[in-house]
T-cell receptor
């Protein structure tokens, strides 16, 4: 299995631009999580889905952030408009239902976002 | 609410020396506890986990951790450090009532030659 796939791996954009991050979870996994990692705040859970349905988006910092999961094999995290303080590494992780019971998450390699 | 505190954002040990990374948790329900490792430019990988049963758990790469309820701790140890152990380590907590995991701020482990 290829593991969790994220694209792009690096993104540099100017303030005010729209940014879309993409994630392909491991086939057969029912849960998908989006995290943000910064030096100041560590690893923060932004939102997670179960069977393509958003369950908890309380970690989404503000209305500029949105996430979708149109099908079991694809999710996007969009920032519009982007700001310099959004610069971070964004991770996607997935879990199969049984692994949720033991709480093992499989992380992608991350997207490093820089907003100038 | 659950939380995790990792003592020391940076830890340095000599190659061959004992590795000890400290983690204390707070949870009002029986916790499930984890250690994840993150190598440079990679995502997090599960090292080991405690859910129920034996309180001393063994993970990959020779690491182990002991759940001590009385001390609310879940410290990570390895008898002899290798250069390849240089990475960032995250302690995490959840419970059987949650789908999500709360991560600590991480401890960066440096291995000195």
């Amino acid at each position: 299995d290829a593991g969790v796939i994220q694209s792009p791996r690096h993104e540099v954009t100017e303030m005010g631009q729209e940014v879309t991050l993409r994630c392909k979870p491991i086939s057969g996994h029912d849960y998908l999580f989006w995290y943000r990692q910064t030096m100041m705040r560590g690893l923060e859970l932004l939102i997670y889905f179960n069977n393509n349905v958003p369950i908890d988006d309380s970690g989404m910092p503000e209305d500029r952030f949105s996430a979708k999961m149109p099908n079991a094999s694809f999710s996007t995290l969009k920032i519009q408009p982007s700001e310099p303080r959004d610069s971070a590494v964004y991770f996607c992780a997935s879990s199969p239902r049984l692994a949720v019971l033991t709480y093992e998450q499989y992380f992608g390699p991350g997207t490093r976002l820089t907003v100038t | 609410a659950q939380s995790v505190t990792q003592l020391g954002s940076h830890v340095s040990v000599s190659e061959g020396a004992l590795v000890l990374l400290r983690c204390n948790y707070s949870s009002s329900v029986p916790p499930y506890l984890f250690w994840y490792v993150q190598y440079p430019n990679q995502g997090l990988q599960l090292l080991l986990k405690y859910t129920t049963g034996a309180t001393l758990v063994k993970g990959i790469n020779g690491f182990e951790a002991e759940f001590k309820k009385s001390e609310t701790s879940f410290h990570l140890t390895k008898p002899s450090a290798h250069m390849s152990d240089a990475a960032e380590y995250f302690c995490a907590v959840t419970s059987n009532r949650d789908d999500k995991i709360i991560f600590g701020k991480g401890t960066r482990l440096h291995i000195l030659p």
